[in-house]
């Protein structure tokens, strides 16, 4: 049969598929330097306010009984909705640094909170505690990110151009009873940063 006589019937001529092909690799090839976090979800538009850490057993986070060197997968901004918080540009590692980073600190600093979602083709990372890692890890493609600043430094979004190579990040508060909080981030690249997409670090 001719190539015409393919397309007619609704079959892929050799040539259309060469064309796809190509047009494939080279969106492969610029998709970690398009700032997709600009039109994938973002709560930019959700209601933002102080909130407590709440744990996946529905506990409310304290400093005195959240380990150091532990991480637990948060919701923020939870609506209620189980469909809708499970999404995953609302969930985050919420880490207590290992001890030799300050997770013994009785303050703020002890304490980390970045978007699960890896920056350079969105699968979800997590935080490995084991000796000799200690560091945020993507299954997908190897990337490896600092828990102190949430910058890659191994992998495929290590070698992405700023902002593009730093998690977006929650800001946290103390009580005086020991409860902690979720700031109101600012979603923006130069402030707590755009999900997906990353943070500038100041």
Known sequence: MSEQGTQKSGGLSRRDFLKLIGAAGTGLAFAPFIPFGNYMPNPS???????????????????????????????????????LDAEAFRKWQFIRLPEELGGSKKDISAFRGYSMICL???????????????????????????????????????VQAAPSNTLPKLNFE??????????????????????GYGRFIK
Not at 50 to 59: A, M, N
Not at 174 to 195: C, Q
Request: proline share 9%.
């Open 45 to 83: 538009s959700a209601t933002l306010e102080k909130v407590p850490v709440i744990l996946p057993d529905g506990t409310q986070a304290h400093i005195d009984t959240y380990p150091t060197n532990h991480a637990e997968v948060i919701t923020y901004p939870s609506t209620g909705d189980a469909a």
């Open 174 to 195: 103390i009580a005086s009873d020991g409860f902690l909080w979720i700031v109101p981030p600012k979603w923006g690249v130069n402030d707590n940063g755009v999900i």
């Open 120 to 158: 350079h083709l969105w699968c979800l990372w997590k935080y490995w505690p084991d000796e000799g890692r200690k560091r945020g890890e993507c299954p997908c493609h190897g990337t490896m990110y600092d828990v102190l600043s949430g910058t890659a430094y191994v992998g495929p979004a290590s």
